[in-house]
């Protein structure tokens, strides 16, 4: 199934349960393992959305397992996926700004560096940088961005970030309440909370006028987005004539020549990364690059930067297997520990140049 009626189809569809454990086989992980294959809990929770036209609240005692993961979903069906991805930041996002700071996302690396838990903060730091000079942002402060949106904020760290470089003001739209509120006593406590602020918003129906942004933000969001079109076409709706668009996210591979699918054995890979991390459907940069040429916007480029990330991952892994890494994971939930045994799978894709970590930045036309 295709994102768009002039894409390459996209390859795989996500289920519920993984079929394996590709973690490391220390006892702790076989135990942690034992844990996430056991039945969710039906607990009943709920959430508010806020969008353009409309506020929805999601309540439902339904596993996440019942998600059907269609690019096509209309809103309505979109909840429980959407419910699953709340969950999961909701139990994540203290383990991981405890060992790795309030950036959670990918850090920029030496290709073939060694990493170790102290070098990451920087590395972070460096892809915000990275990203902005590859989007050839302008170097005039007369020309800095003045209003930021952070589509899939997490805790914060981007817009905070941002915000101080470029004395900005800066709102962050996340699917997690827990992250929500974090990011904003994280800006109250640097004395950012009249610069910056957080609200749970569904980033494919972003609660904010037409034209209301000069640089659009998503660092690592789009693999969340189960309609990869109605994402894009958000991102550039709420973007100002002149504006900065930067997607930073994970693909899978362009297909090549006379391909209509990846292979079966990468469809199978990427479904089980979806199960663990809540994701729909992957698509390739090349088929953001043709969403983005559809809405005719300007400036479009991309970039692999498969290489300067490779050594993340075996660094998320070392620290999670240090004993605070380990209590914390195992009181965070079945959901963060059914992601971290999903690291290794992210490892394999890389490897295997499935998974390739993507830039693609663009210009709304003046």
């Known amino acids: 199934m295709g994102i768009a009626s002039n894409t390459s189809p996209v390859a795989t569809t996500c289920s519920s349960a993984l079929s394996q454990c590709y973690a490391c086989q220390s006892p702790p992980w076989k135990l942690s393992y034992l844990w996430a294959l056991s039945p969710r809990p039906r607990t009943k929770t709920s959430f508010t959305l806020t969008s353009r036209s409309r506020t929805t609240r999601f309540a439902t005692g339904r596993p996440v397992s019942a998600v059907t993961r269609q690019m096509d979903m209309d809103v309505k069906e979109h909840g429980p996926l959407q419910k699953g991805i709340a969950e999961f930041y909701d139990e994540s996002s203290g383990i991981w700004e405890d060992v790795w700071g309030d950036h959670m996302h990918h850090g920029f690396y030496d290709p073939d560096s ?105 660092m690592e969001s789009g693999e969340h987005m189960p309609d990869k079109a109605k994402f894009v076409a958000e991102l550039a709706r709420v973007a100002a004539p002149g504006a900065t668009i930067i997607i930073v996210t994970w693909c899978h591979r362009d297909l ?64 999670a297997l240090t004993w605070k890494g380990l209590t914390s994971l195992l009181r965070s939930g079945l959901k963060t520990i059914r992601g971290a045994l999903a690291m290794p799978l992210m490892i394999e894709g890389f490897k295997k140049d499935l998974i390739k970590f993507a830039i693609i930045t663009c210009r709304k036309p003046e």
């Open 114 to 218: 060694a990493v170790s838990v102290s070098d990451h903060r920087a590395a972070q730091i460096r892809m915000i940088e990275e990203a902005l000079r590859f989007a050839a942002l302008p170097e005039e402060p007369v020309k800095w961005p003045k209003t930021i949106v952070d589509v899939g904020c997490g805790i914060g760290g981007s817009s905070r970030y941002l915000a101080r470089k470029f004395g900005a003001t800066s709102v962050g739209i996340t699917l997690s309440p827990v992250q929500a509120q974090r990011a904003n006593a994280l800006a109250a406590a640097q004395g950012l909370a009249d610069k910056v602020s957080f609200q749970v918003a569904d980033a494919l129906e972003q609660p904010f006028p037409d034209g209301n942004f000069d640089l659009v933000w998503s």
């Open 256 to 319: 090549g020549p006379g391909e209509e699918s990846l292979k079966p054995w990468e469809e199978k890979l990427l479904k089980k990364i979806c199960d663990a991390f809540y994701l729909p459907d992957w698509c390739s940069t090349a088929d953001y690059v043709k969403l983005l040429e559809s809405l005719s916007l300007q400036d479009i480029k991309s970039a692999d930067w498969s290489p300067f990330v490779a050594p993340f991952w075996p660094a998320v892994i070392r620290s």
